[in-house]
Structures are given as C-alpha cells and as structure tokens.
C-alpha cells in the first residue's frame, strides 16, 4: 500500500512532514494517526493505527517466556509505540523519547514499505540503497531462485 522514497527533513521541534500521498492514503483507508515505534536505532516504523493493531497482537503473542531475546524485541516495540496525530498542515511530532533513541536527527527518508512508513537517517538510507543498487548480480539470483518471487 506505501511506497515511495521521500527526501524530507525534521524541524527543531520535532515535527516531521507526512508526504501527500502517505496521507491520502491514510485518509481513505484508515484514520489519520499513526502510531510510531522502533526495532533499531537506524529507523522509526510508522503504522496506520488498524495495521499496528495486527502487529501489536502478533507481537503478544510471541513465546516470550524464558527468551530473553524475544522479550526485549517485544518490549522494545511496545513500550516504544505512541499514537501520533497528523496537525493541520500535516505533520507528526515525533517524540522526544524517541528522537533520543535514534541514530539520525535532521535530515531524512521517508520510506513507503507494504504495510508501514519508515524514517531512515539520510546518509543511512542513501548507503543502504548504494549497496542495494551494487549488489552482485549473480548471488541475487541464487538467492531469489531459493524463492517463490516472480517479478
């Protein structure tokens, strides 16, 4: 449903621009808030409010357990999580405790991704898709030929 690469920057009061075409979608399909988290320090995941409710409930149903990984990775997204609400000139404020705990502070992507948006640190994303881009052709398609992927 998201998708697109957006080059965008985060003022000094935290607030980020949503692009146009992320909230129209979010309009006509959802409600427009969403509700920010993060599995990294390399990006913040944003969800429509209807699609983190289905991951909220995978993520309670991990066997957490006696795992102490699988309980950090669950606390980690849901402590994290906050519903943000898009002012009138479309923007989110991201919160200060989560800009504490990202790697990036100003300039950004904004990332369509299926289900989610994400923000990615300029430099980050630019030298992750670089080596996307430089990939070796040959080791991809061993790779995709493991798969079920038809493009």
Not at 58 to 83: C, E, F, I, S
Not at 119 to 130: D, F, H, I, P, S
């Amino acid at each position: 449903m998201f998708g697109g690469a957006y080059e965008l920057s985060i003022d000094s009061k935290g607030r980020l621009a949503i692009p146009a075409k992320f909230r129209e979608l979010l309009t006509r399909h959802f409600t427009p808030a969403l509700v920010a988290t993060l599995e990294k320090r390399s990006h913040l995941l944003l969800y429509p409010e209807a699609g983190w409710r289905t991951v909220e409930s995978q993520l309670l149903q991990l066997p957490v357990a006696g795992n102490k990984v699988l309980q950090a990775y669950q606390n980690l997204l849901l402590h994290n999580a906050d519903t943000l609400e898009l002012d009138g000139a479309g923007r989110i404020l991201i919160p200060l405790h989560l800009r504490k705990l990202l790697s990036f502070e100003r300039e950004v992507y904004v990332v369509g991704r299926a289900n989610r948006i994400e923000v990615w640190g300029r430099a980050l994303w630019q030298e992750q898709n670089n080596a996307a881009l430089d990939m070796d052709e040959d080791m991809l398609a061993a790779e995709l030929g493991k798969t079920q992927l038809q493009l």
